[in-house]
């Protein structure tokens, strides 16, 4: 149990997502806000949450709340983290982060003069068994690594009907893709083998550029089973999918595909690390499987089981072995490692969640595979 308050922005597929998993680890959730104080007062009665604001300032003013999470669209991530860490709260953020690596660079400044907890929500890296795997590739059981391969694809936009306000480059970057879906990977792997992305080659496509938008907005991933509505053309700017090359700092190499247009696959994000000793393999579809490859010896697979991983894992397990754990229990490990550490009160000890200087770093990556993909050349990130 957590004393703490937290209020939550935005109502949408990440609102509830959010909501369950605090419950879960024993924070109070004071309040919601949504785009309308009518969507507010609905979402509050909905999850039994006390409080329905009617505008952010409310949140600012509220000295039950010490922690917000923003689950809103993206171009509003910006003014009110900085708002919140201004207020003195503690701010947990979707990702990405910001629109823009201005805003990024400014949030990371704000943050190191703060005794505050600053997070990004890149959920994936709490899968134990992804915990795992970093674990044994940082311990060096894979040997040098030689190639990070693998992809993230999805297929709920495979339609020219489907439509969610992150096709939209005013609410969610000229990035789409690769900025909603393909920055988890890029997190995840260079999380796992300490690597830093330092060079790119992207190739982008936009399969639909003009989309049927319903009038009325549609909640993320619903629009399989919600009924066609009256709709009107709407023209698309950002990417439906696309390929990245990569080079790593050490010379290790990678290839990245992300697409959100490919059929039977709901949320598959898989990597394979190489090594000069082994390799290990995940498919996010099965999280609770992990690979390894053998050139002299059987192959491995291993079960989620705490008996049988890494003693720094464990604390991030829910269950025991045979007992599967997912996508939500991924967030609530998440976030045990944000209220950890701000229980814990040392604002300079090192963070176990993902921190706005890592969010920045996803940002600096989009930008970089943007440009790479508008002039058709290799970019350094950060350039």
Not at 72 to 86: E, Q, S, V
Not at 104 to 110: C, G, K, P, R
Not at 215 to 242: A, C, H, R, Y
Not at 283 to 300: A, I, M, T
């Amino acid at each position: 149990m957590y004393d703490i308050g937290v209020a939550i922005t935005g109502t949408g597929f990440m609102g509830p997502t959010h909501t369950e998993a605090l419950r879960r680890l024993g924070v109070r959730v004071e309040g919601i806000l949504g785009s309308s104080p009518e969507k507010s007062q609905k979402f509050a009665s909905q999850y039994g949450i006390p409080k329905a604001y009617q505008d952010f300032d409310e949140i600012l003013a509220d000295k039950a709340v010490q922690a917000v999470h923003i689950t809103t669209p993206n171009r509003w991530h910006f003014d009110t983290a900085k708002a919140a860490l201004l207020a003195g709260k503690h701010v947990l953020v979707e990702k990405p982060l910001t629109m823009t690596s201005q805003e990024s660079a400014q949030l990371v400044a704000l943050a190191r003069t703060v005794n505050l907890a600053a997070g990004v929500n890149y959920n994936y890296r709490f899968y134990p068994t992804s915990l795992e795997a970093r674990q044994r590739v940082r311990s060096g059981e894979i040997g040098e690594v030689f190639s990070i391969q693998g992809g993230y694809v999805q297929d709920w936009l495979l339609y020219p009907t489907d439509y969610n306000w992150r096709v939209l480059a005013s609410e969610g970057g000229q990035l789409r893709a690769l900025a909603d879906i393909g920055t988890h990977w890029m997190d995840l792997v260079q999380t796992i083998t300490g690597l830093e992305i330092e060079s790119l080659l992207a190739d982008l496509r936009t399969v639909f550029p003009v989309r049927q938008r319903p009038k009325g907005e549609v909640e993320t991933f619903s629009g399989k089973v919600q009924q066609q509505q009256v709709t009107e053309p709407l023209s698309i700017e950002t990417e439906d999918m696309g390929g990245v090359m990569l080079r790593f700092k050490g010379g290790a190499r990678g290839m990245l595909w992300v697409s959100q247009l490919t059929a039977g696959r709901k949320n598959s994000l898989r990597y394979e690390i190489a090594g000069s000793q082994n390799a290990v393999w995940f498919d996010g579809e099965r999280p609770n499987e992990l690979w390894f490859g053998h050139r002299d010896r059987p192959n491995e697979l291993l079960l989620k089981d705490p008996g049988l991983m890494d003693a720094a894992v464990r604390p991030y397990i829910g269950y025991p072995g045979g007992h599967n754990e997912g996508y939500p229990d991924s967030f609530k490990m998440l976030f045990k490692a944000f209220y950890d550490y701000i229980a814990a009160g040392d604002f300079n000890a090192t963070p176990q969640y993902p921190t706005f200087e890592e969010g920045h770093r996803e940002i600096l990556l989009c930008e970089a595979i943007l440009r790479s993909a508008n002039e058709q050349r290799w970019v350094t990130v950060g350039a």
